[in-house]
């Protein structure tokens, strides 16, 4: 019969401790920070570290240009202000991301409009684009959920043909390829996140890419102040030209990601490793789908996403998000740290159904958008339906190895054995936490 389920009082299958933290902190990385420390000169928008970084990263990811920020969401907010959004306009947004996708488009007064994922890669689905745009939409913005690239062909095609700017959120792509180019240099412009959680990790910061030099310009005044840059020697005459922030990220961040940065495809191989065989073992359990993997792109697995099929099971019945939160819940309490990474549509945001970002429901009715915009998470059926079916892992990361990996599996079938005791039994089908 087997052992008895950790969530019906069983023992763990992954023994407590073993999943190492993220980011690997190296003595390089130690000696990198010491060293500004030393140097004495902590912050600049010239200065040695941001500068070297910036064209360590150009050189990364095959562009010409790019700026380092304090954030991915200030990155993110450069890169729309860049490509010359204003007031009123519309951008393509995935209904799957992180807000700040969609906040960076709040942030110049402009108008997110949705358009819900393909099934398969969970990625913007090209199909869709086209129904949303309108004589107000600039550009699309695509995200490359969890690290795989979305479908640039099609969707650059979309662009071109309507004459929009394509922007990239690889928040989660960092060296992630498609037809054997980089991410942030698959459209005009992309965005980086250097939070902790990343796998170039800076604690916070972010990175801005491109190719056009007036994108390049624009979005380097949104992160300085507004303030044109001056030629070394002159007088800073204090002089804003548009609005802008400061955006600008301290050296030690700068010297600590320059040092992550000779590690990354190190890190991302170890990750691809684990993954693989995630893959290859949890195939073998006819109701789980792993991430797809198609041959013409590189996933660099920011996050590992695994999708239920109750039917195949042989539950045929029984919803798939109870299905689900019984399975997530008896694996949680195996020791596998498994969760959700978000679980419903953006534009099902409060921000969204009030239609207020800035008081008095600016920007929708500042006069400048299109009447009548609304949002309901219910027009994103692909969205909902993979967030009911699937959760995620993120101890992927590099400072985990197969040993580990092997546990999960071994608890993955564990649960799986013993299906009928949980996905039948109402109690599990909610968040379950407590026994883990
Ligand atoms: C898809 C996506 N876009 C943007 C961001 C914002 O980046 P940051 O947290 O560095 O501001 C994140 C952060 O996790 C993200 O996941």
Redesign the pocket.
């Known amino acids: 019969m087997g052992e008895k389920l950790a969530i019906e009082g069983g023992k763990k299958t992954v023994p407590d401790g073993i999943a190492k933290p993220w980011p690997i902190i190296t003595q390089d990385d130690m000696d990198a920070v010491q060293e500004v420390l030393k140097r004495g000169v902590i912050w600049g928008p010239d200065a040695i570290e941001k500068t070297a970084l910036e064209r360590e990263w150009a050189e990364y990811c095959g562009v010409k240009y790019c700026i380092v920020t304090n ?6 907010h450069a890169c729309v202000a860049g490509a010359g959004v204003e007031t009123g306009d519309e951008v393509i947004v995935p209904a799957f ?2 807000w ?2 969609a906040q960076a488009v709040l942030c110049q007064n402009a108008i997110p409009v949705f358009v819900d994922i393909d099934p398969v890669t969970y990625n913007i689905d090209p199909n869709k684009i086209e129904e949303k745009i309108t004589d107000r939409t600039k550009a699309i913005i695509v ?1 490359h ?1 969890h690290g795989l690239p979305c479908d640039m062909d099609e969707i650059n095609a979309i662009a071109e043909k309507h004459g929009l700017s394509v922007l990239e ?1 690889a ?2 792509a960092h060296g992630s390829e498609y037809r054997e180019r980089k991410a942030g240099n698959l459209g005009d412009m992309a ?1 980086f ?3 902790g ?2 796998n170039l990790p800076g604690g ?3 990175f801005v890419t491109t190719n056009n030099p007036d994108f390049f310009e624009k979005a380097r005044l949104t992160c300085m102040f507004g303030e044109k840059k001056v030629p070394k020697g002159n007088i800073r005459p204090y002089d804003a030209h548009t609005m802008g922030n400061n955006y600008r990220p301290v050296e030690m961040t700068c010297a600590f990601v320059r040092s992550q940065l000779r590690r990354l495809d190190e890190y991302n191989r170890l990750r691809i490793e684990n993954v693989n065989y995630l893959t290859r073992e949890l195939g073998k359990i006819k109701s789980i789908i792993t991430p797809p993997e198609p041959g013409d792109r590189k996933n660099v697995y920011h996050i590992y996403r695994i999708k239920l099929d109750p039917a195949a099971a042989g539950y045929p019945n029984i919803d798939p998000e109870d299905f689900r939160w019984a399975v997530q819940s008896a694996l949680f309490a195996e020791g596998v740290p498994v969760m959700e990474w978000h679980s419903f549509p953006v534009p099902g945001q409060k921000i969204f159904q009030n239609l207020d970002a800035y008081g008095r429901g600016c920007p929708w009715n500042c006069g400048h958008a299109r009447k009548g915009i609304r949002y309901d998470a219910g027009d994103y059926p692909e969205t909902q339906k993979m967030f009911a079916a699937s959760f995620v892992l993120y101890t992927i990361y590099g400072s985990n190895g197969l040993d580990l990996m092997k546990y999960y599996v071994d608890a993955f079938h564990k649960v799986f054995g013993r299906l009928d005791e949980i996905v039948t039994n109402p109690k599990y089908y909610t968040r379950i936490r407590a026994s883990a």
């Open positions: 954030s991915g969401t200030s990155a993110m991301t992180f700040a996708t995200v959920a959120d928040a989660h965005m996140s250097l939070n959680t990343k916070e910061g972010g």
